[in-house]
């Protein structure tokens, strides 16, 4: 046992301070955060599992009851998983699990990826900087960012498979890569325009290092992540003119509006769990952390003096490169980027230039890493003990929420009051541009000309039916449906109201009406792209299972 112990103690001390970062999820009910959307769309997600709607992409009671097609554009992944969960553990417990998985996701995975080439000390030292970063307790205990969040804590892992898939062409880490790919481009769409440049310069690197050694093995992965994304990404992209999506880049959410100034980012210890707003101070903490910049300017100095003495400068390549990647990232939250922010319209899609405050906790988590393996000397030990002791004194705090709903249960979540809150929660964002941005929540079908009695109307993720008497001549009737490509109506015919709504006429009688939300071309072509994805690896699963290494 002792010997056991004594060979994981790195991956049992990660376990013991991951437990500081997540022992609010522990307490009972809920807590505070601005995303308070969460529960709500996995509670959607599970409707679409009830109704076979998979891929899901409409969700019938957001979008002040009127539905709107979510899933088409916001990132599901978190969402299938959080749904799967809720089945067991209800959807709350579904919430704070993955809060949990991507608080500890990220830090496990820094420490395999930097023992991967640094070794265990350096990998440990980096996992626990990165895992005391401030922003981490931003984006899950203020923020409620758990799709940033989840996403941040793929990158370590990514890289890592990158790493291993070029250095030793196992088919297991072109799984692994392929999987976790495909995992990252339906998780946060701001985050794969954030980080790739990050991972193809990384990729690179390594590719460079073994002389392009499974090179077609690493593209072939990269490109079966992006076929089993396909579902998403391709829709996402192509039908964006179909919803108001220029809301996502406009008012409150225009870039100019949330640079950071040098204060918050280096030397403010402000801590608050308010919104970002424009000018000099904000009501939440942008600081890049504690001893996370000092970390990148006592390595930035060491290489300067390692350069000077003409030593190991094949080994300062890749720490130089994430020293220009941190000051890179520092000088994008600065106003004085905004040219560049100007010259690349994708920025804009950031919303937040202090987003960038993901690149540089992780390139001075790994700087930290940097510096153990450069020190030679005898105080190697002590000087990890100091890091990492610091990085936790400084900065454990930070991981609570401004409150807890100690009361707060799933049956008062999904009703009442904050049933109608989640409902109208950020409608505005993938609005049909049919649509007209809704003042109340709808109230069922509704008879807008002519007479006629509504008998029933149920709706579900995919479907409606509506059974209605119509009195005179003739009536139109009005559905709590938003319109949206494709909502077929099987009996009579359809319209649009002024609203934006699904509207019928419908001549006298007894009437019986029902509709089904359907597929375009685009979206049957990207889901038969993720199939054919599939397929084509589960084939290599078999064609490669007596092989350990693909290159065989």
Known sequence: ?????????????????????????????????????????????????????????????????????????????????????????????ASKILFATALILGPVGMYFL?????????????????????????????????????????????????????????????????????????????????????????????????????LKFLSLSLLLGLGLSAFFTIPAFFERNLVTTETLTRGDLDYHAHFAGINQLFFSRFWGYGASRLGPEDFLSLQIGWPHWWLAVMLTFLLIFLSIKHRARREIILPVFFVITFFASVFMMHNKSTPVWELFDILNYLQFPWRFLAVAIFSASLLGGFIVALIKSKYKYFISVLIVVFAVLANWNYFRPGEFYTDMNDQKKLTGELWEEQQKGAVLDYLPRTAKEPRELASGAIVIKGEAEIRSFIKGSDFWELEANIISNEAEIELPIFNFPIWGDRVDSQGLSYGGRVTLVLEKGVRVSRGFFKNTIIRSAANLITLTSFGVLIYFWKYEKNKQSLAK
């Open 1 to 93: 046992m002792k010997k056991i112990i004594f060979s994981n103690w790195t991956t049992l001390l990660l376990v013991v301070f991951s437990l500081v970062t997540i022992w609010p999820l522990f307490a009972p009910g809920y807590f505070s955060h601005h995303d308070d959307l969460h529960i709500i769309r996995i509670f959607e997600m599970r409707k679409c599992f009830a109704d076979f709607q998979i891929p899901c992409r409409w969700v019938p009671d957001m979008g002040y009851g009127s539905g709107y097609p979510l899933f088409n554009y916001y990132n599901p992944f978190i969402y299938y998983l959080g749904a799967v969960l809720s089945y067991i553990t209800g959807y709350i417990w």
């Open 114 to 214: 930097v023992k991967e080439f640094l070794g265990k000390l350096p990998g440990f030292v980096t996992a626990v900087v990165f895992m005391f970063a401030p922003y981490r307790a931003l984006d899950a205990y203020v923020r409620g960012a758990l799709a940033e969040l989840f996403a941040i804590s793929l990158i370590p892992v990514i890289l890592l498979f990158v790493l291993r898939l070029i250095k030793q062409g196992k088919k297991m880490d072109f799984f692994v890569l392929t999987g976790v790919s495909g995992i990252f481009l339906t998780t946060h769409n701001i985050s794969v325009i954030l980080w790739s440049p990050l991972i193809f310069l990384w990729a690179l690197f390594w590719l460079h290092k073994y002389k392009f050694a499974n």
